[in-house]
């Protein structure tokens, strides 16, 4: 029950919501797709508004639920405790990514999801609470099953998933994004190690 109410503790995670509500808007309206969607060569010539709203664009349904409702989920999670990450990271880890992919995978014509955002986010977390308590196994296990799902996607060559099923049958796991990810979280990380950028814990009167 404790952990219940620290969970809820706090302001809703406003950001979190309204990039959930667009994301849905845009899963609702699926002619959007092929404007919206991560493309390199539209990219290429100038629609540079792909390398965030790609990231809003989803592969049915099933899809849109794992990856919007993780989102909300880390939002509860982060963005009360880590409001300058949380707000920066889910305007600047989106274009991140895409630019990640757009120099290093040229192979990567089309992407879509929060997947990778999702990692980079979760990753920030694990490291963070890990840095509060080194003696914690919980955190380091959350790293170690993010290493391992990396190295899956690797080994399967982005046929990995997991019970996601996409309604495009081209569409694969794209390892690179989630590496790209990886790397934002890490270099956020130690940016906020290096200048001790508090964590807004709860006020003591909510404590028991």
Do not use: C
Not at 42 to 68: E, K, M, N, S, Y
Not at 129 to 142: I, L, Q, S, Y
Not at 187 to 200: D, E, G, M, S
Request: hydrophobic residues 55%.
């Amino acid at each position: 029950m404790r952990q219940l109410r620290d969970f809820l503790s706090g302001p809703p995670p406003w950001a979190f919501l309204g990039v959930f509500l667009v994301s849905l808007i845009v899963q609702l309206n699926p002619g959007w797709r092929d404007v919206l969607i991560y493309d390199r060569p539209a990219i290429a010539h100038g629609q540079v508004w792909r390398i965030w709203t790609g990231h809003l664009v989803h592969f049915g349904w099933p899809h849109f639920v794992a990856d919007a409702g993780l989102l909300f989920i880390l939002g509860w999670l982060l963005e009360h405790k880590h409001p300058w990450f949380s707000r920066v990271g889910l305007v600047l880890m989106p274009a991140f990514i895409s630019a990640v992919l757009y120099w290093f995978d040229p192979a990567m014509v089309r992407y879509g999801g929060l997947s990778a955002v999702n990692l980079g986010l979760l990753l920030y977390l694990a490291l963070q609470g890990w840095r509060h308590n080194w003696t914690d196994w919980f955190w380091p296990a959350v790293l170690a099953i993010y290493v391992g799902e990396v190295i899956f996607e690797a080994v399967q060559g982005g046929r990995g998933g997991g019970m996601i099923r996409f309604d495009d049958p081209g569409i694969h796991v794209a390892t690179s994004a989630h590496l790209a990810s990886a790397a934002y979280a890490l270099l956020a990380w130690l940016i906020a190690w290096r200048k001790r950028l508090p964590v807004v814990h709860a006020p003591a009167s909510d404590q028991p």
